[in-house]
């Protein structure tokens, strides 16, 4: 009902590459349901099912899984064909050292690494960084980033289990867009750092790989786009609350969102406990509660079935001027802007089968 949506930055950042390969992207935009106006607004959101046929779509356009950000193109396939080298390792640490080397055959492939070193807290660490800089323009950070995610939901994906990561850093300033990064990643975040990298349980490595032929051709048919836009964590407190509030919006009869008083007796905590954690968390549940209505209404929007009126009211607004309101404020434009002619088809009409050979995907 409500996956997290994503922010427009990340949208023009995928682009950018296939722009400067003199590919026309407003077909692509229009494949995805992306409204090319709204790629202008800072605010504007997509949601994942639109990120992941973008993604896909622009795999197959610029012939290069990296998007034409990297400095040399990586040809569709190479993920699939190391995804297999993989699988027949016996636990997550060899996978992570077999991908470095696997990706260091390249010429201009990315330099990735896997190492354990001692945290702050005394425990072993274990850190995959990318080392190499695929920076060769601003928005090459994207790619750096997507690395990231996606060796870490890769990873937690071969092993069955969801790896929560302690910490993220990035080998640059922080953007305009910091906040939506401990979104992304579920953890702390800083910027400025020597290589982009995160951090885990060393324990993890010793975790044994699960899957086998069949489930990786399954995941191979939507990946890594639909790696990029999963993003339901379910680690932090924020985490918690969010789902909490979509559940009630899912659950409940009346439209109305449980307060912050009813939440906090729901995760078992004081009201006050829960403000605190939430505030160490950088957020708050006003803020929480707007972005999964924003997020709601999004989804909704695009799909262009449900009437403005009933929109409003299932999630919680008493008229249709109160939303309207709302709306722009989350998104600096109105719900015209994302309502889109038509119903959405049954299967995202993605112009493509995939970005990988063998395939027929989310801050």
């Known amino acids: 009902m409500s996956r997290l949506t994503i922010a427009m930055h990340h949208v023009r950042a995928a682009l950018s590459g296939a722009r400067r390969l003199g590919v026309d992207t407003l077909p692509l935009l229009q494949a995805s349901r992306i409204p090319p106006l709204l790629l202008g607004d800072d605010r504007a959101r997509v949601t994942p099912e639109q990120f992941t046929c973008l993604i896909k779509a622009l795999h197959h356009a610029t012939n290069d899984e990296f998007l034409g950000l990297g400095p040399t193109p990586s040809r569709r396939g190479t993920f699939a064909m190391m995804c297999h080298a993989c699988l027949g390792c016996h636990d997550l640490g060899a996978v992570l050292d077999r991908a470095a080397r696997f990706y260091g055959l390249f010429p201009g492939g990315p330099d990735l690494a896997i190492e354990t070193v001692t945290g702050g807290d005394g425990s072993d660490e274990a850190v995959f960084s990318v080392r190499s800089d695929l920076r060769p323009y601003d928005e090459g950070h994207f790619l750096s980033e997507c690395l990231l995610i996606i060796w870490h939901r890769l990873s937690s994906w071969l092993i069955g289990r969801r790896i929560p990561l302690r910490w993220a850093q990035f080998a640059y300033a922080a953007p ?114 707007d972005a999964v209505r924003r997020d709601v209404a999004i989804a909704s929007l695009v799909a262009g079935q449900e009437p403005i009126a009933e929109l409003a009211a299932r999630i919680g607004f008493s008229e249709d001027t109160a939303f309207l309101r709302a709306f722009r404020r989350w998104t600096g434009t109105t719900p015209g802007a994302y309502r889109l002619n038509g119903p959405p088809p049954a299967t995202p009409s993605c112009p493509v089968g995939g970005g990988l050979e063998v395939r027929g995907q989310q801050s």
């Open 176 to 289: 305009a867009h910091a906040r939506e990064y401990e979104v992304l990643f579920g953890c702390p975040v800083r910027f400025g750092a020597r290589h982009t990298a995160a951090g885990w349980d060393a324990r993890w490595l010793a975790a044994p790989v699960v899957r086998d032929e069949a489930a990786l051709a399954r995941m191979l048919r939507r990946a890594p786009a639909d790696l990029l836009s999963r993003r339901d964590y379910g680690t932090t407190v924020a985490d918690q609350v969010r789902r909490t509030l979509v559940q009630a919006l899912r659950a409940e009869s009346a439209a109305r969102l449980p307060d912050v008083c009813e939440v906090a007796a729901r995760l078992a905590v004081s009201p006050a406990t829960l403000r605190r954690r939430l505030r160490a968390e950088a957020t708050s549940y006003q803020q929480l509660k």
